[in-house]
């Protein structure tokens, strides 16, 4: 039954053109997630847009109005109450995991969405799931599929006849269904999307968005931003930023107000201290000192 097969939905921002890169994951009951999608497609008709990207919020106040409404509604009526989880993963192309000759940027990026998944998984305690990822030819999501249907899940269940707490048993997780789909027909996928790439801009643009969000609570106060030149005619570039930066400053709030556990001011970007918060930003940091990106079969030229 619907009721109980679980699901997650996924999209990326930064790959592979970009320093940082992320994967967002949109998980829960498909029931549940029926209920956001429909909550979504209505913000989509309302606004009068037939999709939304993070990449698209702009100067265009229909597309800023409904990511304003996307992220409000899934933190408010569905993360806050535990029936969605949303993870995200960040990391640096130029830390020392990543920095090394012949990087086989493809293996990396389905490493980095075994870690989110299998981590998402387990937060959820259940071993049956769909997959619907965003669509990317280069990602071979039957690998993908092959290492997580090989990942064994310690299961914890309750045991209402003992004196224990609980019990564990070990199972192999089952993705049954891994359908790679197009975000124009999917709301939630565009959701990914919209955290996926917050996560990436923020960690880009951390210093400015802190000074504007700090000069707009305290305008009599603070001069105005050092990227903002009082000489210059504001250009859409900047307007740009402001609108990203106002919609980062109100997920932040929204995140404070339902204690989410979110942080953006300690290291300037978004960061969940605690991954188990059902909105968790995960960036990603070197475990040990092998902890290095796979590499290319290597060619003539790199011998």
Same mark, same amino acid.
């Given at each position: 039954?619907?009721?109980?097969?679980?699901?997650?939905?996924?999209?990326e921002?930064?790959?592979?053109?970009?320093?940082?890169?992320?994967?967002?994951?949109?998980?829960s009951?498909?029931?549940?997630?029926?209920?956001?999608?429909?909550?979504?497609k209505?913000?989509?008709d309302?606004h009068?847009?037939?999709?939304i990207?993070f990449?698209?919020?702009?100067?265009?106040r229909?597309?800023?109005?409904?990511?304003?409404?996307?992220?409000?509604h899934s933190?408010?009526?569905?993360?806050?109450?535990?029936?969605?989880r949303?993870?995200?993963?960040?990391?640096?192309?130029?830390?020392?995991?990543?920095?090394?000759?012949?990087?086989d940027?493809?293996a990396?990026?389905e490493?980095?969405?075994?870690?989110?998944l299998?981590?998402?998984?387990?937060?959820?305690?259940?071993?049956?799931w769909?997959?619907? $990822?965003d669509?990317?030819?280069q990602?071979?999501?039957n690998?993908?599929?092959?290492?997580?249907?090989?990942?064994r899940?310690?299961?914890y269940?309750?045991?209402l006849l003992?004196?224990?707490?609980?019990?564990?048993?070990?199972?192999?997780?089952?993705?049954?269904?891994?359908?790679?789909?197009d975000?124009?027909?999917? $709301?939630?996928?565009?959701?990914?999307?919209?955290?996926?790439?917050?996560?990436?801009?923020?960690?880009?643009?951390?210093?400015?968005?802190?000074?504007?969000?700090d000069?707009c609570?305290?305008?009599?106060?603070?001069?105005l931003?050092?990227?903002?030149n009082?000489?210059?005619?504001?250009?859409?570039?900047?307007i740009t930023?402001q609108?990203r930066?106002?919609?980062?400053?109100?997920?932040?709030?929204?995140?404070?107000?339902?204690?989410?556990?979110?942080?953006?001011?300690?290291?300037?970007?978004?960061?969940? $201290?605690?991954?188990?918060?059902?909105?968790?930003?995960?960036?990603?940091?070197?475990?040990?000192?092998?902890?290095?990106?796979?590499?290319?079969?290597?060619?003539?030229n790199?011998?």
């Open positions: 039954m619907e009721s109980k097969t679980f699901a997650i939905y996924s999209d921002s930064g790959v592979f053109e970009h320093r940082f890169q992320t994967i967002a994951l949109i998980s009951q498909q029931i549940v997630l029926s209920e956001l999608r429909s909550k979504l209505g913000f989509l309302k009068e847009i037939d999709e990207k990449s698209e919020i702009r100067t265009h229909p597309k800023l109005d409904a990511a304003r409404d996307f992220i409000r933190v408010k009526e569905f993360a806050s109450q535990l029936k969605i949303i993870d995200v993963l960040i990391w640096d192309t130029q830390d020392s995991r990543h920095t090394i000759r012949g990087r940027d493809i990396n990026l490493f980095m969405y075994y870690k989110v299998t981590h998402a998984v387990r937060q959820w305690n259940q071993i049956e769909d997959f619907y $990822p669509k990317n030819s990602v071979h999501w690998e993908i599929a092959d290492y997580l249907n090989r990942t899940l310690v299961r269940q309750s045991n003992s004196l224990l707490e609980n019990e564990y048993e070990i199972q192999p997780l089952r993705f049954k269904i891994i359908d790679p789909l975000s124009l027909y999917e $709301p939630l996928i565009q959701l990914a999307d919209l955290f996926a790439g917050m996560a990436r801009f923020v960690k880009e643009e951390g210093k400015q968005c802190i000074q504007w969000l000069y609570r305290n305008k009599n106060q603070l001069s931003p050092s990227f903002i009082r000489e210059d005619t504001i250009d859409e570039t900047i930023k609108n930066f106002q919609l980062i400053g109100e997920f932040n709030n929204l995140c404070k107000h339902y204690r989410m556990g979110v942080s953006l001011r300690q290291k300037r970007c978004l960061w969940t $201290p605690d991954p188990t918060k059902p909105i968790n930003f995960w960036n990603y940091e070197p475990q040990h000192e092998y902890d290095k990106a796979p590499k290319r079969k290597a060619n003539k790199e011998l």
